[in-house]
């Protein structure tokens, strides 16, 4: 467990660690040392850390959250569905709910305006009456309003002072604005209130704004009433059980209705589960009764429920109408159910086809990094993930199958490295030793296998043969065909030694080099390549015997290019004496013969020293090897060959060889 919690330790960042030790430090101060400066500055500090790593770990949720698809499409579909609907409905019951407030507000205030201008229309009746009338009018106008403003009391000052009731404790004060109206603040309660002054005399209405009365302003609208004004709450004052005082502007007020008044009309029973309660409250400007020069500020507040207000708006006439409005809602709202429900399905139902098709393409991808290839995931449907998992399976077969070519090609590289060890050791590894001949060869073949040969062999009797030839076609068909004709020629090479020891044994004579004729060799090898090879298999090919005593060379060349002796700078092109080896069955061949003097180099070379083209479609020539040849005459064979053959490269200025290159040099001591 130890090493566990060191190993999480490391793992931790720098920023982490300097937040639990900050985090335990403030732990520890706040046991031993609370309330310090440097305690409430390691506060900060561990507060903007927790803020940082809470950022940092939340974003790394997030993203490990939604790494796979069905997490980020549905955070995409709370996103751009779920959120805005939300916000929508947010945003539409918040309307409703200020649209609502604001219509009770309206309701209840427009009606209180009306009440207050019919006590104005009271009051302005009462200075109409004659001083000796005014008595028995106000009497009239105190029963006929008693009826709708109840505890109404109204007063006129003018010689005698007259009250209505008698008892009313009402008087209007001196400063009170003379021809208006409103609602006054006295001694905690609301009243509607009303002065006119005529002829010297005053005329004033009072009438207290009761909780029960605003309920039943608006009928079956709910509870209405002015909270309690208060004074600013004194430090150290304790609370009035769960109540505190507000403030609203330079105002305090108790969230209780003034004067302490019972509650009036009940509130309506929600009709549903959706027919929330409404509260609102408005400023009211009133006058204050015992300083009216100064007005105050006042809390009017309703509370409601939207099937209230429904009733109240579409009342009367409109019974049906609302009926149908209902309905209609209903309807939509039914409507807009299913709707969204339908939307969930198809939602999810596209959103199980996309994640499950993903899923399948990220299981087979696995697969594919392991190695199998063999894996097929399910086609569905005809979208484009259909076609997306069609490709799959398609990359999935054609992957399968170049594997299955590379292991066949590898299996060829190997055996074609075989068969180029093979080859290599077919050619002669070393020059046999002349008394008067030096001989070399060198071969580069075009691809790992080539279809040049060359060959030199002692013969007894102080001869030497040397072979030159070149097999059409390049590769592995050509580099077979190249090893039937080493193998052809030295099998018939020593039948024909055999045959002259037969011929030269009875009579005991001497056996004479030239008995061994070129010509005859290559014609047994033209007929055996014919009858072992396909028709359109066939090699150009030049066999020469070297007398070491004589300095004579005897040669057959089929179908060759001539072979060029330099003797004292000049060059000389060797005869043809037939066709190509392999393409008819009764070709003749000749010999012809040469004499060596000391210093001659015999130059013995295929085509892909003379035809291969530069960028101009020039090819090398002849003429430019005898020159290259006779220039570096003087040196090493070994380096004139090298010499040639990376003229040849420079020339074609091509990384690759067109066609295989073989030199072969003998040089007359």
Not at 123 to 138: D, H, S, W
Not at 140 to 155: D, H, N, S, W
Not at 166 to 174: G, I, K, N, S
Not at 484 to 498: D, F, T, V
Request: net charge neutral.
């Amino acid at each position: 467990m130890t090493l566990d919690l060191k190993s999480r330790w490391k793992r931790l960042g720098k920023l982490d660690q300097s937040f639990i030790v900050l985090a335990a430090l403030y732990l520890l101060l706040q046991l031993f040392a609370p309330g310090g400066g440097f305690t409430l500055f390691l506060e900060f500090v561990v507060i903007v850390l927790g803020a940082w790593e809470l950022f940092r770990l939340t974003r790394i949720g997030l993203r490990r959250a939604i790494w796979r698809l069905r997490n980020r499409l549905i955070v995409t579909y709370v996103l751009i569905a779920v959120v805005p609907l939300l916000l929508i409905i947010t945003l539409v019951g918040l309307g409703g709910y200020l649209m609502a407030s604001q219509i009770a507000i309206y309701l209840v205030r427009s009606d209180l305006d009306r009440r207050v201008a019919s006590l104005e229309a009271a009051v302005e009746g009462l200075t109409l009456a004659k001083p000796g009338a005014r008595q028995e009018m106000i009497r009239q106008t105190g029963e006929i309003y008693t009826k709708r403003f109840p505890g109404v009391a109204f007063l006129i000052e003018g010689g005698s002072t007259l009250r209505w009731p008698e008892h009313a404790a009402v008087d209007a004060p001196l400063k009170l604005p003379a021809n208006s109206g409103g609602i006054a603040l006295l001694q905690g309660r609301y009243y509607a209130w009303s002065n006119a002054v005529r002829a010297g005399a005053r005329f004033a209405a009072l009438m207290p704004l009761t909780r029960r009365y605003l309920c039943e302003m608006v009928p079956g609208l709910g509870d209405v009433y002015f909270l309690q004004p208060s004074t600013p709450p004194v430090a150290g004052q304790k609370k009035r059980g769960r109540f505190t005082s507000k403030a609203l502007g330079n105002e305090w007020f108790e969230p209780t209705p003034a004067g302490g008044d019972a509650p009036g009309t009940p509130l309506p029973p929600p009709v549903n589960r959706f027919d929330l309660d409404v509260a609102w409250a408005s400023p009211v400007v009133v006058t204050d009764w015992t300083h009216p020069e100064r007005t105050r500020s006042a809390v009017l507040l309703v509370h409601t429920r939207f099937s209230a207000l429904f009733q109240i708006l579409l009342t009367g006439n409109l019974d049906e109408f609302q009926g149908t409005v209902l309905i209609l809602f209903y309807v939509v709202s039914i409507a807009f159910l299913i709707v969204g429900i339908i939307g969930f399905a198809i939602g999810f139902s596209l959103t199980r086809t996309i994640t499950g098709a993903v899923h399948s393409l990220y299981e087979g991808t696995q697969r594919v990094m392991r190695g199998d290839f063999s894996i097929r995931i399910r086609v569905s449907g005809r979208d484009q993930l259909a076609d997306l998992s069609s490709s799959f399976n398609t990359m999935t077969e054609n992957l399968e199958r170049l594997l299955a070519v590379a292991k066949e090609k590898e299996r060829l590289q190997a055996e074609i490295e075989i068969a180029k060890e093979v080859q290599e050791q077919l050619y002669p590894k070393t020059a046999p030793v002349m008394k008067t001949l030096h001989i070399i060869g060198m071969c580069q073949p075009a691809r790992m296998v080539s279809g040049d040969y060359y060959d030199y062999q002692a013969v007894p009797g102080n001869r030497l043969a040397i072979a030159i030839g070149d097999v059409a076609g390049k590769g592995i068909s050509a580099a077979l065909l190249m090893a039937s004709i080493q193998s052809a020629l030295r099998m018939e090479l020593r039948s024909s030694l055999e045959r002259v020891a037969e011929l030269a044994a009875p009579s005991n004579t001497p056996v004479n080099g030239f008995r061994l004729s070129t010509a005859q060799m290559v014609s047994d090898l033209n007929q055996q390549l014919y009858a072992t090879t396909s028709p359109e298999k066939y090699a150009t090919f030049c066999l020469a015997l070297y007398d070491e005593e004589s300095g004579t060379v005897t040669y057959t060349n089929a179908g060759h290019l001539p072979p060029i002796l330099i003797r004292n700078g000049t060059a000389t092109s060797l005869d043809v004496n037939g066709t190509v080896v392999g393409a008819f069955p009764l070709s003749k061949y000749d010999e012809s013969k040469i004499q060596l003097q000391s210093g001659d180099l015999l130059v013995c070379y295929t085509d892909g020293i003379t035809e291969p083209e530069n960028e101009y479609g020039e090819m090398f020539g002849e003429e430019r090897l005898i020159e290259l040849v006779s220039k570096h005459a003087d040196r090493e064979d070994t380096r004139i060959i090298e010499t040639v053959m990376e003229a040849v490269r420079q020339w074609t200025n091509s990384p690759e060889l067109t066609d295989d290159m073989t030199v072969v040099l003998a040089r007359k001591q």
